[in-house]
């Protein structure tokens, strides 16, 4: 069973930068289609960005070309570089693993705010 621990939220200014780390645990996540989500106070979670196995990458319109995900497969580490921040980035940021089955991370906040 795959656990994931997120980490690298917190307070930044408007068109600042952040860089979010999801370590897992298990030998099996290099195989598992690897996500980052977000949720905003009062709405749903909604998908920021998915890497595949092979490195294949897709992005939510309201943040291509301003955030990039990543995967370090050696390390057991997922990534998502969060670029020119805005105040409606704030939420808190889930990774998820899926492979045959799903596991959520806690989540870590990020809070963009002057």
């Known amino acids: 069973q795959v656990q994931l621990v997120e980490s690298g939220g917190g307070l930044v200014q408007p068109g600042g930068s952040l860089r979010l780390s999801c370590a897992a645990s298990?030998?099996?996540?290099?195989?598992?289609?690897m996500g980052w989500y977000r949720q905003a106070p009062g709405q749903e979670r909604e998908l920021v960005a998915t890497i595949t196995s092979v490195g294949s990458t897709n992005y939510a319109v309201s943040v291509k070309g301003r955030f990039t995900i990543s995967r370090d497969n050696a390390k057991n580490t997922l990534y998502l570089h969060l670029n020119s921040l805005k105040p409606e980035d704030t939420a808190v940021y889930y990774c998820?693993?899926?492979?045959?089955?799903?596991?959520w991370g806690q989540g870590t906040q990020v809070t963009v705010s002057s």
């Open positions: 298990g030998s099996i996540f290099r195989f598992g289609i």
């Open positions: 998820r693993y899926t492979a045959g089955s799903t596991v």
